[in-house]
């Protein structure tokens, strides 16, 4: 069956994040000329489909021009996350802007001046100088080191940290451990208890939680492990804990030789 | 100066899954050793004191591994279970059954499968159910000589060590030819049978059946007729006429029915695990080990009969130690709902599984780094710049594929520092890995009905329209498509006889008249190690699978290909499952689908693009099974002349692609050839890869 212009926009669609190329578009869409032309009538196809927004492009790549649905494709969001994903996975190693520059790649590389630039001012890293010389490090990874609060998502974290520390002295390990062991036994005696539920047996803080968990695993008290399916419900996937270097949040705990 | 890294065609640290347990041939100091210990000190109740036992031993509860997260070893400590038994004990690996009505049936098969496998894979080792065999024969006959004329007595210490393979090398053939001969005739055979209730075993009046087969495995060649008899009997299979005679048994000793259901099947097959796991006290015992159990996850039928399994396990077999590996969410909330109160007990406590440390990780990462002969100044630049002290500056200890899948990422920073990161690897990539993974191990491609059975059930159900589940009240076509007007049924038929292969054509005849109008198509999947069938001595059969021909039933004669493809389908979807690659299930199950979508349109539609057997006289189901049936391993291997060059090949170059190899060979199709040898031999070693098979030349002791 031959194909359409009505065709046209699920096509782009379907081609996702990926786009449809120029090439493409014209050998499927452009009739017995594709080869050699865009023809007036595809070339006006694309031009309204862009008028109305549910298209964008042509974005060079290379040699060839890429289409994209609405949302979809590179942006300065994406190209500020693959930043900030590089900058989280550097951890305390510095990472240079040249540096930076070289490892965003692919389509995003387009967007990479506007991405850093996001990514700053959305204070998910920040930059340092050094002489002339430009380095960024991850929010978190400053959290983490200077013992204030990662920022809520949206939120700025506060400077000082923003922490109750009387607060934070309250929760111990041995707070924890009634609402552990009691999880444990609902789930059989399996010693792998989710932070999620100790979050909501515990009413707490998620960020207390947190911060307890990391200081006993560094004490080698417990165990965090990441999650193991990648479909996890939201809940437990934000109730765990992000450590710079490690994609996945950490969702479980254990407590070591804890009968 | 060059970069060592860059020179490496094989990342050392890809390699983070175990496809095998016994691919595994290091393991970090210390790492895991509580859990091991627990698991082997269940084992010790079984292996105390001389052989043979008094009396069978009662088994214990099935012993669960549980592992926190996906990635800490779960596999890797079942394969140093494997390596810390050695000798001990009969190890079997089961991978998920997919029919909840014959669970024993594929464990039976998994678990001949296994003492089919030498020892070890040194040349003219005998087979684990040759030693089984030998050492059940010959400790019958000691016992029987204990109690004899002291000039008898004094051959008891020899057969004891006949039995137990401690026998000097020199005194064994002799031993064995004269076992051998005292076993020809029926006389001995029913003298001695009596002495089995002597140390409490009970064949169910079967005793002499037993012992007849083991002669068989004992003493007749790996090829034999009498041998493959031998086998079938023990499968639960139906002998033909001269099969019974070859091995001597009585009439009423071929139990295994042409004509039976599914639960006759099952049932026949747990009586010979039974008999297995009883003739143990003269040998060694058994381990099973249910690895993959998140694959029962999504079936609750499934999970019903593998809590029925492990309660019959303890309940009812003797002689061996059950252990069960998991995840702990799929344990928790996936299985564990739905298995029998009382099954629920027949599981151990939780043995959980522990992460590496960082003195672990340091030294599984200079061992991985030293195995590729990397120089000590190069394993020192692995761990500059505290690359070590920053991965566990929070974490104390860490799931060991994490730790692999940093090491691996660093190794190619190490190798070239200005490339971009890798794109990830994709399911296509993914899934050639475990192809050409399976293609190496030839033990790997053996039939497995329960691959063919998830194949239909699961990735047959993406085929728009169609409505895929089990049959009820059929007995061999378990398995349905069912379109509104047509339906494709299928059975899984490990055997080869004619009683049971009429049956199942009657199957078919019978389902197509039934269906009225509506068209059905009934398939039957051999795989290349089957024997063929129909033979050509089948009339009655024959004339019945004609006639069934002409009411959709059909053969299928995969290829070799296509079982490495199916297994390889069933691996991915197995790692997706169990957390393994960064996929999940559905996203895996999605994609093999649109992979497999033009093999499940020719299923579907019998456009016969797969080789479908014709069974007109003289087709090429017909040709005589001695030349068709399985080949012994030295004739799937490569000649000494070619072997030599591959060596050569090998040895200088140190990782070299297998298209290499195989140029320099000059023909591509000895590829299966190649890996076999390349299985067999301790100094190569097969890195499979996304795009091709890499071979390493290993420095051995």
């Known amino acids: ?259 | 100066m060059t970069n060592s890294y860059a020179e490496m065609r094989v990342n050392p640290f890809e390699d983070a899954i175990v496809r095998e347990p016994r691919d595994v041939t290091f393991s970090v100091n210390g790492l895991n050793d509580a859990p091991l210990d627990r698991v082997l000190a269940k084992f010790a109740a079984l292996d105390g004191g001389e052989l043979p036992r008094s009396s069978p031993v009662k088994a214990d509860r099935a012993q669960l591994v549980v592992s926190p997260d996906r990635g800490y070893g779960k596999s890797h400590l079942l394969g140093r279970l494997f390596t810390a038994l050695g000798r001990k004990a009969t190890k079997v690996y089961l991978r998920p059954f997919q029919d909840p009505y014959k669970a024993w049936q594929s464990i039976l098969l998994l678990t001949l499968q296994e003492l089919d496998r030498p020892d070890d894979e040194t040349a003219q080792a005998p087979s684990q159910l040759s030693s089984l065999a030998v050492g059940t024969l010959a400790h019958i006959v000691a016992d029987f000589a204990q109690n004899g004329a002291p000039e008898i007595a004094a051959a008891v210490p020899a057969l004891r060590r006949l039995a137990s393979g401690t026998l000097p090398a020199a005194e064994m053939p002799g031993r064995r030819a004269w076992l051998g001969a005292l076993f020809a005739g029926n006389g001995p055979i029913n003298r001695l049978a009596g002495l089995l209730g002597s140390r409490h075993i009970d064949l169910h009046g079967r005793e002499k059946a037993w012992l007849k087969v083991l002669v068989a495995c004992a003493f007749d060649d790996a090829d034999s007729e009498r041998r493959r008899a031998a086998l079938k009997w023990l499968r639960a299979e139906p002998l033909e006429q001269d099969e019974v005679e070859q091995l001597r048994l009585d009439q009423a000793d071929n139990d295994g029915r042409g004509d039976v259901t599914p639960q006759e099947i099952n049932a026949l097959s747990f009586r010979r695990l039974q008999g297995l796991c009883q003739l143990a006290s003269y040998y060694r015992p058994f381990v099973f080990c249910f690895d993959q159990t998140e694959c029962y996850a999504n079936d609750p039928m499934l999970i019903k009969a593998l809590g029925n399994c492990i309660e019959q396990l303890y309940a009812e077999l003797r002689n061996h130690l059950t252990v069960v590996t998991a995840n702990q969410r799929n344990w928790v909330e996936d299985i564990k709902p739905h298995l029998e109160p009382a099954h629920r007990d027949r599981f151990s406590q939780e043995i959980a599984l522990e992460g590496i440390n960082k003195a672990g990780a340091r030294e599984l990462i200079e061992a991985r780094l030293r195995h590729c002969e990397m120089a000590a100044g190069d394993v020192a630049r692995f761990f500059a710049d505290n690359w070590l002290e920053d991965l566990f500056s929070t974490l104390v200890e860490l799931g060991v594929r994490a730790l692999l899948m940093r090491a691996e990422d660093r190794f190619r920073a190490l190798a070239r520092p200005d490339a971009a990161p890798p794109p990830p690897q994709t399911l296509d990539d993914l899934f050639q890995v475990e192809l050409n993974n399976i293609r190496a191990q030839k033990a790997l491609q053996a039939y497995n009905q329960d691959c063919l059975m998830w194949f239909a059930k699961d990735v047959g159900q993406a085929m728009t329209g169609v409505k895929v589940g089990r049959t009820s009240g059929r007995r061999y076509f378990s398995f349905e498509w069912r379109w509104p007007d047509r339906s494709v049924y299928f059975a899984f038929e490990g055997g080869d006889h004619w009683r049971r292969w009429k049956a199942i054509a009657d199957e078919a005849i019978a389902m197509a008249t039934a269906q009225g109008d509506r068209r059905i198509l009934a398939y039957v999947f051999r795989t290349p190690d089957l024997a063929r069938v129909p033979r050509p001595s089948w009339a009655v059969a024959k004339a019945t699978m004609d006639k069934a021909s002409g009411h959709g039933f059909r053969i299928v004669e995969l290829t070799a290909d296509q079982v490495c493809e199916l297994h390889a389908a069933r691996e991915l979807y197995s790692n997706a499952l169990q957390g393994n690659i960064a996929f999940s299930g559905p996203a895996a199950l999605a994609w093999l689908q649109a992979r497999f979508a033009p093999f499940l349109a020719d299923i579907a539609a019998a456009g016969l693009p797969i080789q479908v057997r014709s069974i007109d006289a003289g087709g090429p189901a017909a040709q005589q099974p001695k030349t068709t049936e399985r080949t012994s391993a030295a004739a799937d291997m490569l000649d000494a002349e070619r072997l030599r060059v591959v060596l050569d090949l090998v040895r200088e170059q140190r990782i070299v692609d297998i298209s290499v190899v195989l140029a320099r060979l000059g023909r591509t199709e000895l590829r299966d050839p190649l890996l076999r040898s390349v299985e067999a031999h301790p100094n190569l070693k097969a890195h499979p890869g996304p795009k091709t098979i890499f071979l390493q030349w290993r420095i051995t002791a």
């Open chain 1, 1 to 259: 069956m031959a194909v359409t212009f009505d065709d046209l926009l699920p096509a782009i669609v379907k081609a996702g994040d990926a786009g449809l190329s120029l090439a493409k578009i014209r050998t499927t869409f452009g009739g017995k000329a594709a080869a050699k032309k865009v023809t007036p009538e595809l070339r006006e196809k694309l031009a309204t489909l862009a008028h109305e927004g549910a298209i964008w492009g042509p974005l060079k790549q290379g040699v060839a021009q890429l289409y994209f649905a609405r949302g979809r494709g590179p942006s300065i969001e994406t190209a500020s996350r693959a930043i900030v994903t590089l900058v989280a996975s550097s951890g305390v190693k510095l990472i240079s802007k040249p540096g930076l520059g070289k490892k965003v790649t692919g389509m995003n590389k387009k967007f990479f001046p506007d991405g850093l630039k996001h990514a700053v001012s959305s204070q998910a890293i920040v930059e340092l100088t050094c002489g002339s010389s430009k380095y960024y490090l991850h929010r978190d990874v400053a959290a983490e080191y200077f013992g204030f609060e990662p920022a809520e998502q949206g939120r700025i974290a506060p400077a000082s940290g923003g922490r109750d520390v009387t607060a934070a002295a309250s929760l111990t390990l041995d707070d924890v451990l009634p609402a552990y062991r009691r999880l444990k036994a609902e789930q059989g005696g399996f010693s792998a208890v989710k932070i999620y539920d100790l979050m909501k047996a515990l009413n707490g803080s998620k960020e207390e939680l947190h911060r307890l968990l990391i200081d006993e695993t560094k004490a080698g008290r417990v165990t965090i492990h990441p999650t193991t399916t990648v479909d996890l419900p939201k809940e437990e996937m934000e109730a765990g804990i992000r450590l710079a270097g490690f994609p996945e949040p950490f969702v479980t705990v254990v407590v070591k030789n804890d009968p």
